[in-house]
């Protein structure tokens, strides 16, 4: 931290000369210093340890305003953050009034505090960049840092990311919509949406239409909690139906390095790298979705969705 003053770092040391007066009146709370203690909270964190990162905009109208609330709020991280054994960094821009904090501890104790932070009106704008199981700290001891930039504590979501395993599902699913302009319509919406919210969650992977039956094959690719909670909440989207995992595997590397979703030409698509493919194309009848000569098919509906999309966004 350089030595500038800024009303974030004014703040925190309004914040620490808080935290300071109340330690001389109040008794010692938190841990007294038992090794034991110390080494069953590393071997919880190891299993349920969480690194989670939002953003958001301060409900304030001046600096002095900031500065106070800032200061409450650094109050809080530096009072009772120790007792949850959650840890973090903290960054405030003083043009926009916008905060992004990570906060790193014990899963259930970060998800609760977010929760509280996401409830609070005195945050506008909140929004979740990531929320990751993680093995290990990112931040010594606890409470709260303040960072000296906004790219120092975003960086942060991108080694949590390499601390999980990547999870590499595919599904397919039927869509609700009775006619294929309906379709498409539903299609380019759920695109536009994970353009802008899969990167936020390192989740890359590819998308595929049946335009004839509008079955939909999926490939969702990325850290594993993230691609897990996304599946949940893509089988409960009323735009589709029947969604059945083909294949859920964990990878060394990404096969999609850009995050987002990517739409192909299934025309050359390896299916067979799927599991289940080769077993689902056997069958015949209704269940019979994605033979092999529906392939040119497919990535006809492709290109037109693709064109579709691209005219949607001129």
Known sequence: MSSEETVASL??????????????????????GAPAQAED??????????????????????????????AHIFT????????KEIGG????????????????????????????????????????????????RNFDGFGMKLGGSMAEVLRDGDVADDQ??????????????????AAYAD???????????????????????NPRSLHVLQVLEGPQRNVRALYEKIAQDGR????????????????????GMLQGDASNADWSSLRGWNDARRRRGRDNVLEADDAC????GLRELGAKTSQGDA
């Open 297 to 300: 098919a497919v990535g006809e």
């Open 240 to 259: 589709h139906t029947s969604c059945k995992v083909l294949s859920e595997e964990v990878v060394a590397a990404r096969s999609y390095e850009q995050w």
């Open 164 to 181: 999980q395993e990547l999870l590499k599902l595919a599904y397919i699913s039927q869509l609700t919509a009775k006619r294929r302009e």
């Open 89 to 136: 960094m903290l960054f405030y821009d003083e043009n926009t009034n916008a905060i992004v904090q990570v906060l790193e501890g014990p899963a259930v104790a970060v998800r609760d505090l977010y929760q509280k932070i996401a409830a609070d009106t005195r945050h506008t704008s909140v929004k979740l960049l990531w929320d990751l199981d993680v093995t290990s």
């Open 187 to 209: 299609l380019q919406s759920i695109l536009q949406s994970a353009i802008f919210t899969n990167p936020k969650l390192h989740i890359g992977g590819a998308l595929f239409l």
């Open 41 to 70: 909270a590393d071997t919880e964190f190891r299993k349920h340890g969480c690194r989670l990162g939002y953003s958001s905009v301060l409900a304030v109208k001046s600096v002095d305003e900031a500065q106070s609330l800032l």
């Open 76 to 83: 809080v991280a530096l009072t009772l953050n120790p007792l």
């Open 11 to 32: 703040a925190r040391l309004e914040a620490l000369a808080a935290v300071e007066a109340r330690n001389d009146t109040e008794p010692a709370q938190g841990h007294t």
